[in-house]
Each structure stands twice: as structure tokens, then as C-alpha cells.
């Protein structure tokens, strides 16, 4: 067993006791920012004098070796080690000899697993907001070909209002934007460093934590020892936003189910995102879209472990914060692979242009509008809501729509009917004459498109 730790101790820790304390298994995954934050530090000590300078080139030629080597595959990360820092020491010492047992001057496990943390997360952070941004670009692409694919606009599942399939994606473009900003805002307020904070009160040694923090692009060191070391603001954050783009593909998964299914036919998935039923021949089931909305509720999981784990930690590091890890570690490929499959399965998504259409014209989705009609025409809102209730009623009875009706049928429910009542409840103009900026109408999408191209091709980071 590889520890750093043992002179205190006079017996060997009992096996089981060893295995449940131990990281290995997990933490091996930030091993590359393990050993970038050692160097950084290394590069740091010899500067200050700590370590010479030849001290300080055997130690970043022997980390660059064992990198390489565990990227190759040469050298294996194993349970021999308690931990991805005593395996990075441990092999270090073996070949580099003493200069290794100085890699740990001024440090503490504790401000350098909270340092692996943070760039791992820092780099995950951006990962999943490069993610999203290619699903905004596949929605950006279904708006411009469909500012005129009409569709029912619902309201407690009901049909309500005639809107097009750009308007309908534009909701999530928005959803999915806020995301990206939220992502944004937890890398601005993570991207301080902990390295040098020690295990909790700093060290005696005349670290320079400014020239770290700049070696590994932090805005600066953060400014309370205690306070870096058990901070885990930033994966609540992180977690709670990854909760939220869960939420939203979910909310866009439930949608994409129920329009494939038989009653609605708005859509066919692609045979790449879809599986067939062992005993049901005719059957093409949404299991993508199932297993995302399925998968929100583990993240949700993950971000209600944490806070629960957190909440009563007293100051400073505490072993608890080891549980942090296996959480963050599965939402974030839980959340990656999500986003990935849903932008795949969406881009590959073909439209059923005419049943949304028909739909929305059986649906009475102009209802309303046949009520301003009437409205504009003299007759009060509410004499005029009543009388569109009779021309409904009338349509069910008669399995029609508003617009298959006859002037003469108009008429003897209402003499305040024209021939212009069909114009006025066309899908195309219920939807086309809202024209305020973010309604349906074909100018108003348009103007809101072209936001988001310059959104997208600005691809602006305000970290």
C-alpha cells in the first residue's frame, strides 16, 4: 500500500479500513490535472528559491515521463495506491530518486485534491457548454427552414394557438442559452486557485500563490486558506446547472415522445435513435428520448447528495469531501452523453410538416381569432366569446373545422360574418399578423434568428 503518511501510525491499517478510505478507483480521473497542478507547483518552488533549478527540471522530466506513459498505456494507475497523489509521488520517487520527496513542499493533499478538482471541473464546465452550444446550432438550423411550418401552439396540453415549428423550437433555443450562461457564470466564480492554502492555515514557506495561480490560468489565488480547502460552492453550482439542462432536454424529450407517438405523428425518429419491440413487429420506440428524460432524475440525485453531504461539514477539510467526487464525475458523463445522443437524435428528427398543420386546423387553434373578429367588427369580447363557442360546438357536431364552414352557416349563428372571416382565421395569418418581437409571426422569428446567428457566430465567452 503507497501512502504518504505513516510515521504517526504503528500499525498497518486494517485492509478493509484501507479500501473504504481510498480514492484510486475515482480520482485516477483527473490525473492529468494532478500533475499539471505539480508542476505548476514545482515551477513555483524553484522560483522562490525552495527547490534549485535542477531540482526543479529532474522533477518536470520525470512527471512529463509518467504522463506520457499513462497515456500510452505503459504504466497502469492501479489499487496499489490510495490515491492518484500517491501514485504520482510514488512513481516519481522511484525514478527520479530524492529530488521526488521534495514534489510535496508547501502542499497539503488537501489544497492539491481541491486544486485537481477545480481544474477537472473547470474543464468539464467548458466541455458541456462547447456541448450545447452544437445543440443550439441544430435548433438554429430547424427555426430557419420552418418560420412557416405551422403547428398547434398548446396550453395544458390542449391545443390553444396556431404558432410554427420555428417558434416552438425557438422556446428551447432560449432554455438551452440560459444554460450556456449559467455555465459562464460558475466558471467566473470557480476560477480561483486553492494551491497554497495547505491543509488549512497556509504554510511557513514564501510561496508565490499568484505566479500558480497564473501558471495554471486562474484569475488569482483565493484569499481565505479555509475557505480554499473545503470550498465546494462551485459543484453544487455546477451540479445545480447540470440538474437544469437535464430538466430542459426532458421537457424536450416528453414532447419529442408524444409527438411520435400514433395519435399525434408529428415526427419520425431516425432508425439510429429508435429500437423495435422482441415481440411486437409493428412497434418503433423512442428509447433515446426515454432514456434522457429517465437519466434527469440521477442527476437530480447527484445534486441532492451533495447539498445533503455538505450541509453539516464543519470547518475545514473533512473526509466527507471525498463524496463529492463519484457524483460530479457520473452527472457530468451522464449529462455529456445526454446532450450529445438528444443533439444527434434531434438533428436527424424529420418533421410531418402537413399533419402539424392539419392539426392545427382541426384543433380550433383560430378560435381566438375568429373571437377578435368579431370583436373588430363592433361586437363585445365576451357576446363575441360566446358566439365562437357555438361555431365550436357546431364544428365538433358537424366534425369540422372553422374554416370548412360555409358563409351561410357563419351567418346563422352570427349575420356579423363576412367573406373576409376566412381570411382573417387562415393559419397563416393567425400566426403571421403577431409580429412583436418573440411572437410566431414569420418577420418577428426572422428578426429573432438572426440574434441567434450572431449569438453563435460570435461564439462570445465572457470567462
Request: net charge negative.
Amino acid at each position: 500500500m503507497a501512502q504518504l503518511w505513516g510515521g504517526r501510525f504503528t500499525k498497518e491499517t486494517d485492509q478493509l479500513v484501507y479500501r473504504f478510505n481510498a480514492s484510486i478507483s475515482f480520482d485516477q480521473k483527473f490525473y492529468r490535472q494532478d500533475m499539471e497542478g505539480s508542476m505548476a507547483h514545482v515551477r513555483m518552488l524553484a522560483k522562490q528559491g525552495i527547490l534549485t533549478e535542477e531540482e526543479r527540471d529532474k522533477i518536470l522530466e520525470g512527471i512529463k515521463g509518467i504522463l506520457a506513459d499513462v497515456e500510452s498505456g505503459k504504466l497502469q494507475i492501479t489499487d496499489q495506491y490510495e490515491d492518484i497523489h500517491s501514485f504520482v509521488e510514488a512513481n516519481l520517487i522511484d525514478r527520479i530518486g530524492d529530488a521526488g520527496k521534495k514534489l510535496h513542499t508547501g502542499r497539503s493533499r488537501n489544497d492539491q485534491v481541491a486544486l485537481d478538482m477545480r481544474l477537472y471541473t473547470r474543464d468539464e464546465v467548458l466541455e458541456t457548454e462547447k456541448l450545447l452550444r452544437k445543440l443550439l446550432k441544430v435548433l438554429l438550423g430547424i427555426m430557419e427552414e420552418n418560420t412557416e411550418t405551422i403547428m398547434p401552439g398548446f396550453t395544458h396540453l390542449q391545443k390553444a394557438q396556431p404558432i410554427t415549428l420555428a417558434h416552438h423550437m425557438g422556446a428551447y433555443f432560449e432554455m438551452f442559452k440560459r444554460d450556456c450562461s449559467r455555465l459562464q457564470d460558475i466558471y467566473k466564480r470557480m476560477n480561483y486557485c486553492p494551491l497554497g492554502a495547505g491543509a488549512l492555515a497556509g504554510t511557513t514557506y514564501p510561496l508565490d500563490r499568484e505566479y500558480t495561480a497564473k501558471l495554471l490560468g486562474f484569475y488569482g489565488p483565493m484569499l481565505n486558506s479555509m475557505d480554499a480547502v473545503s470550498d465546494r460552492d462551485y459543484l453544487i453550482e455546477y451540479l445545480s446547472a447540470m440538474a437544469t439542462i437535464m430538466m430542459h432536454l426532458s421537457r424536450f424529450c416528453e414532447e419529442i415522445i408524444i409527438w411520435n407517438s400514433n395519435e399525434y405523428q408529428f415526427v419520425e425518429i431516425d432508425d439510429a435513435y429508435s429500437t423495435g419491440s422482441s415481440i411486437m413487429p409493428q412497434k418503433k420506440n423512442p428509447d433515446i428520448a426515454e432514456l434522457v428524460r429517465g437519466k434527469a432524475g440521477r442527476v437530480y440525485g447527484a445534486l441532492m447528495s451533495l447539498l445533503t453531504t455538505l450541509k453539516g461539514i464543519p470547518l475545514a477539510y473533512n473526509k466527507d469531501m471525498q463524496e463529492d467526487k463519484e457524483l460530479v464525475f457520473d452527472a457530468i458523463d451522464t449529462v455529456k452523453g445526454c446532450v450529445a445522443l438528444f443533439t444527434g437524435m434531434l438533428d436527424t428528427l424529420r418533421f410531418r410538416k402537413e399533419r402539424m398543420n392539419d392539426s392545427a386546423r382541426h384543433g380550433f387553434t383560430n378560435a381566438t381569432d375568429a373571437a377578435d373578429y368579431l370583436v373588430n367588427h363592433g361586437v363585445p369580447f365576451r357576446d363575441a366569446h360566446g358566439i365562437v363557442g357555438r361555431l365550436v360546438l357546431y364544428c365538433i357536431e358537424h366534425q369540422k373545422a372553422l374554416d370548412d364552414m360555409s358563409l351561410e352557416e357563419y351567418q346563422a349563428i352570427s349575420p356579423v360574418f363576412e367573406a373576409d372571416i376566412y381570411e382573417a382565421i387562415s393559419m397563416e395569418t393567425c400566426v403571421n399578423k403577431r409580429l412583436t418581437i418573440g411572437a410566431p409571426g414569420k418577420e418577428a422569428m426572422e428578426r429573432v434568428i438572426e440574434t441567434y446567428r450572431e449569438y453563435l457566430d460570435s461564439h462570445v465567452r465572457t470567462v
